[in-house]
């Protein structure tokens, strides 16, 4: 499977924002996703992730209430929906996939990777 990341940008400390993660080549529904950020400087983190079946979600403690993870199946597209922003969300976010039914927040976990798509949040 191949993942294309997109929606990042320039935002306001504050504001929403939405990314997307759009697969092509296979069956995205067979996929568990996981959307993982990294700040120069610092250690890819898991942010989210949702299992194939959309039903089971894990959240990093700092995003947790902010942000959303969900998936359409037709549209072979996941998204992860980022709301009152931080500055410190700042960075460089990636999606990955995992053929597997569980989550898990390890990077090493996931086969695929997206290209990573770029969130400024400006305080």
């Known amino acids: 499977v191949q993942l294309q990341a997109s929606g990042g940008g320039l935002v306001q400390a504050g504001d929403s924002l939405r990314l997307s993660c759009t697969a092509s080549?296979?069956?995205?529904?067979?996929?568990?996703v996981g959307w993982f950020r990294q700040a120069p400087g610092k250690e890819r983190e898991f942010v989210v992730g949702?299992?194939?079946?959309?039903?089971?979600?894990s959240y990093l403690d700092s995003a947790e209430g902010r942000f959303t993870i969900s998936r359409d199946a037709a549209k072979n597209t996941a998204y992860l929906q980022m709301s009152s922003v931080k500055a410190e969300d700042t960075a460089e976010y990636y999606c990955?996939?995992?053929?597997?039914?569980?989550?898990?927040?390890?990077?090493?976990?996931?086969?695929?990777w997206g290209q990573g798509t770029q969130v400024t949040v400006s305080s």
């Open positions: 990955a996939a995992r053929r597997s039914s569980a989550v898990v927040t390890a990077a090493h976990g996931y086969d695929y």
């Open positions: 080549g296979d069956t995205f529904s067979s996929y568990t």
């Open positions: 949702i299992s194939w079946s959309g039903g089971w979600t």
